[in-house]
């Protein structure tokens, strides 16, 4: 059975930094991606980034130049490092990863970004 453990959301200041680890266990074969989705209150599910098994890595226009994904393949763990956190950065955030045949969602943990 396939888990994905999230870790890292919390509450933070304005221009203030956080870093979200998501690790995957159990039996999971042909990774195609890694990535982070999240979900504010009242929206859609949207794409924040993600990341292929070669490096390759896809940004949402709004964190663009903020946030960093990186995988570590051997573990099989995907990490979001979000700097300068806005208030609309606020959201449940959701780790997916993506096979060949099927994908798989954490449990989602959120984030808040407050003064």
């Known amino acids: 059975q396939v888990q994905l453990v999230e870790s890292g959301g919390g509450l933070v200041q304005p221009g203030g930094s956080l870093r979200l680890s998501c690790a995957a266990s159990?039996?999971?074969?042909?990774?195609?991606?890694m990535g982070w989705y999240r979900q504010a209150p009242g929206k859609q599910r949207e794409l924040v980034a993600a990341i292929s098994t070669g490096g390759r890595t896809n940004y949402a226009d709004s964190v663009k130049g903020r946030f960093t994904i990186s995988r570590d393949n051997a573990k099989n763990t995907v990490y979001l490092q979000m700097n300068s956190l806005k208030p609309e950065d606020t959201a449940v955030y959701y780790c997916?990863?993506?096979?060949?045949?099927?994908?798989?969602w954490g449990q989602g943990t959120q984030v808040t970004v407050s003064s």
């Open positions: 997916n990863v993506r096979t060949t045949t099927t994908e798989y």
């Open positions: 159990g039996s999971i074969f042909s990774i195609l991606f």
